[in-house]
């Protein structure tokens, strides 16, 4: 029996996020330029993505860019944000094929002009889509989206229109990017680094943590299968003892 046919799809996790990270090592063992890494790791997104929405997973958030991605060599970011414009433009048909709606978190209009003007056209021409809502992060940090969060809510307070007593964790949770969106039931993080690195901290309190040492360019559908297997032999108690769950 294959990875895929063993997983249980009555208690698939309804949403994925991915960490993906491993791609300036891999390309500097093959004595590659960081770039190359981020070109190959493109092969993964389709995989992954594909290999999500055909299983039936609703939500996929991948790490793409995060807020601290800034400080890296100007020459790296330049090259990310190209592969980026670039990969919404000919992966749009990947998308259209597998029925994916494309969507964004995090500060993204503050990325480079082109890049925000092909996010919003890819987002645009696939948001008739309904299998699987694949999101990117882009200008992403946990930290930032909850101080936003924390700053709009106290304009709204200020202006009158929100009472302090009512805010409470859903409340909270509607000022977040995320916002209509499930929390991650599984969150993955390949290159075998052991750390959350500031993706989703509210969203990932209570998310199952699988760590790989695959490095991301290498990661292909049955790594995907793995991880969900993986996720499938756990048990969920969320602060309640075994006996309650079962
Ligand atoms: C982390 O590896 C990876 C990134 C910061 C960028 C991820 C981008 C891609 C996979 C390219 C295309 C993405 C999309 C969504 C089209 P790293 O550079 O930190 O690797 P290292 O830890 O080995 O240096």
Redesign the pocket.
Known sequence: MDLKEKIDSLRLPKHIAI??????????SRGEM?VF???N??E??RQTSTAAAELGVEFLT?????TE?WK?PKC?VDA?MS??VQ??NS?LGTLMENNIRLKAIGNINKLQPDCYKQLLETMDKTSGNNRMDLI?ALNYSGRWEISQAAARIAAEVKAGNLDPEKINQDVFESYLETHNIPDPELLIRT?G?NRISNFLLWQAAYSELYFTPK???DFRKDDLYEAILDYQNRERRFGMISEQIK
């Open positions: 960490i993906m990270d491993g791609n300036g090592r891999w390309a500097k960081r890494g981020h070109q790791g493109v993964s997104v991948l790490y793409a860019f995060s991605n890296r790296e990310l592969l980026l990969t919404l992966e990117l290159s680094e490095l991301w360019p």
